[in-house]
């Protein structure tokens, strides 16, 4: 299969092994994809086509061709150039490892992936992007057939499932318990079109159907346990957790283009990966969300969604680690601004904690955040941060909420009162 239309002679292919799953692309040097019978064209964001698997056999042209093989954040990619001879051309590639973040822990999820290609397409995609975990948006049918077990494909470090994720459309109190008995996260998918600072961006910025924009509420009132955005709108983020808010930084939007786990949710799990384990390690705040880079932070020995309880003046030192790409500056910054900065791979500094704080890791490209933390919570004599330039910020946000949204059941007074109540 090709991109075009056109016939091409019989009599060349290539027969494309890495010994594990990876994403394969191969182009002439017309731009054309070529792909196996039976699979889907499909481009990712640079334009190159690919498709999944190993020990592939594909029909070429006997042209110049261009062969990648890939695997995910987790890898580079090894590329050669040929022209095949008749008959097979055997073309062995294997793409280097970056660094293996099972091995310290760390399994990274996408947590919106719909089911809208073929079920052996999704499981082909999360093996051969090494994507340890998938959390499928499915239809009715197939989450009644499969909510809370593990997709036929899942194994040791790729779990698969319907409903492990509850992407908030309207959230009530009544849907969390029952959600969260059956063990879902609970957040929004889609939070906003892009980076943020005003909370009248927010307030305009937010998706009208998974209103990512009623976090503000659902944060204080502690409905919900991630926001998707910590990448792109990672000020908004900030001034949610200064404001004394405790959520997951995680990532994905459903809008993306290109390959499954593009952006992902890394979460640090205690014993083997599972779908329960994973959920749990991402409610608890043991978290980074990435594009690319794997980013580590700990307070003195203690890691994301870890608190802190300390004296006034007490010091702690602050340690941030990041390997992979995307990844020019690594800075460590409070609900106060920057503690540190630095180029890769590792920033350190100490703290003396005055008043309630809290310390996250984030990792830039260009200026622009290509993976961030949770944060770890220095509480004072048992005291959470709540700032109030942010709560002041959380504060007008709800008053601009007001303006667009109906509050039937009250939430955003409730929401306003436990403000109110930190600026105490």
Same mark, same amino acid.
């Given at each position: 299969?090709?991109?075009?239309?056109?016939?091409? +002679?019989? &009599?060349?292919?290539?027969?494309?092994?890495?010994?594990?799953?990876?994403?394969?692309?191969?182009?002439?040097?017309?731009?054309?994809?070529?792909?196996?019978?039976?699979?889907?064209?499909?481009?990712?964001?640079?334009?190159?086509?690919?498709?999944?698997?190993?020990?592939?056999?594909?029909?070429?042209?006997?042209?110049?061709?261009?062969?990648?093989?890939?695997? /995910?954040? !987790?890898?580079?990619? #090894?590329?050669?150039?040929?022209?095949? $001879?008749?008959?097979?051309?055997?073309?062995?590639?294997?793409?280097?490892? =970056?660094?293996?973040?099972?091995?310290?822990?760390?399994?990274?999820?996408?947590?919106?992936?719909?089911?809208?290609?073929?079920?052996?397409?999704?499981?082909?995609?999360?093996?051969?992007?090494?994507?340890?975990?998938?959390?499928?948006?499915?239809?009715? $049918?197939?989450?009644?057939?499969?909510?809370?077990?593990?997709?036929?494909?899942?194994?040791?470090?790729?779990?698969?499932?319907?409903?492990? #994720?509850?992407?908030?459309?309207?959230?009530?109190?009544?849907s969390v318990d029952k959600l969260r008995q059956r063990g879902a996260l609970i957040g929004y998918a889609?939070?906003?079109?892009?980076?943020?600072?005003?909370?009248?961006?927010?307030? +305009?910025?937010?998706?009208?159907?998974?209103?990512?924009?009623?976090?503000?509420?659902? #944060?204080?009132?502690?409905?919900?346990?991630?926001?998707?955005?910590?990448?792109?709108?990672?000020?908004?983020?900030? *001034?949610? =957790?200064?404001?004394?808010?405790?959520?997951?930084?995680?990532? &994905?939007?459903?809008?993306?283009? /290109?390959?499954?786990?593009?952006?992902?949710?890394?979460?640090?799990?205690?014993?083997?990966?599972? #779908?329960?384990?994973?959920?749990?390690?991402?409610?608890? %705040?043991?978290?980074?969300?990435?594009?690319?880079?794997?980013?580590?932070?700990?307070?003195?020995?203690? %890691?994301?969604?870890?608190? =802190?309880?300390?004296?006034? &003046?007490?010091?702690?030192?602050?340690?941030?680690?990041?390997?992979?790409?995307?990844?020019?500056?690594?800075?460590?910054?409070?609900?106060? /601004?920057?503690?540190?900065?630095?180029?890769?791979?590792?920033?350190?500094?100490?703290?003396?904690?005055?008043?309630?704080?809290?310390?996250?890791?984030?990792?830039? $490209?260009?200026?622009?955040?290509?993976?961030?933390?949770?944060?770890?919570?220095? @509480?004072?004599?048992?005291? *959470?941060?709540?700032?109030?330039?942010?709560?002041?910020?959380?504060?007008?946000?709800? @008053?601009?909420? !007001?303006?667009?949204?109906? @509050?039937?059941?009250?939430?955003?007074?409730?929401?306003?009162?436990?403000?109110?109540?930190?600026?105490?």
């Amino acid at each position: 299969m090709r991109d075009d239309t056109k016939p091409v +002679a019989a &009599g060349q292919t290539l027969r494309l092994r890495a010994g594990f799953p990876c994403r394969w692309s191969v182009w002439t040097e017309d731009g054309r994809g070529w792909y196996p019978a039976g699979t889907s064209p499909a481009r990712d964001l640079d334009g190159l086509p690919y498709f999944h698997g190993d020990d592939m056999v594909l029909e070429v042209p006997a042209q110049r061709l261009t062969v990648r093989a890939a695997r /995910g954040m !987790e890898y580079g990619h #090894a590329q050669t150039t040929l022209t095949p $001879d008749t008959g097979e051309t055997l073309v062995e590639l294997s793409p280097a490892r =970056i660094y293996d973040a099972a091995a310290r822990g760390w399994y990274g999820g996408d947590l919106q992936v719909h089911l809208n290609r073929p079920p052996q397409w999704v499981a082909d995609s999360q093996h051969g992007e090494d994507l340890h975990v998938v959390n499928l948006l499915a239809g009715e $049918d197939t989450a009644a057939l499969w909510t809370g077990r593990d997709l036929p494909w899942s194994d040791a470090t790729h779990v698969a499932q319907v409903g492990l #994720a509850h992407d908030a459309l309207t959230v009530c109190r009544d849907s969390v318990d029952k959600l969260r008995q059956r063990g879902a996260l609970i957040g929004y998918a889609n939070a906003f079109r892009g980076p943020v600072e005003t909370p009248e961006q927010l307030v +305009a910025g937010g998706y009208p159907v998974y209103d990512a924009r009623m976090s503000v509420v659902d #944060a204080a009132l502690g409905l919900v346990d991630s926001f998707s955005s910590a990448i792109g709108s990672a000020r908004a983020y900030r *001034r949610l =957790i200064g404001a004394g808010n405790r959520v997951a930084a995680v990532a &994905g939007t459903s809008q993306r283009l /290109g390959p499954i786990g593009g952006e992902r949710t890394y979460a640090h799990v205690d014993g083997p990966l599972t #779908a329960e384990s994973y959920a749990r390690a991402v409610r608890q %705040g043991r978290t980074f969300a990435t594009t690319g880079p794997f980013l580590e932070l700990a307070v003195d020995g203690q %890691g994301p969604g870890a608190t =802190i309880n300390l004296k006034p &003046g007490e010091r702690v030192r602050a340690t941030a680690r990041v390997i992979g790409p995307q990844a020019e500056r690594i800075r460590l910054l409070t609900a106060d /601004g920057e503690l540190a900065s630095g180029p890769p791979h590792e920033v350190s500094a100490e703290l003396h904690a005055d008043r309630p704080t809290y310390v996250v890791a984030v990792a830039e $490209d260009s200026g622009l955040p290509t993976a961030h933390t949770s944060p770890v919570y220095l @509480d004072v004599e048992h005291r *959470r941060a709540a700032r109030k330039d942010d709560v002041t910020f959380c504060l007008r946000w709800l @008053d601009l909420l !007001e303006r667009v949204v109906e @509050d039937h059941d009250g939430r955003v007074k409730e929401a306003r009162r436990v403000y109110q109540s930190r600026l105490a």
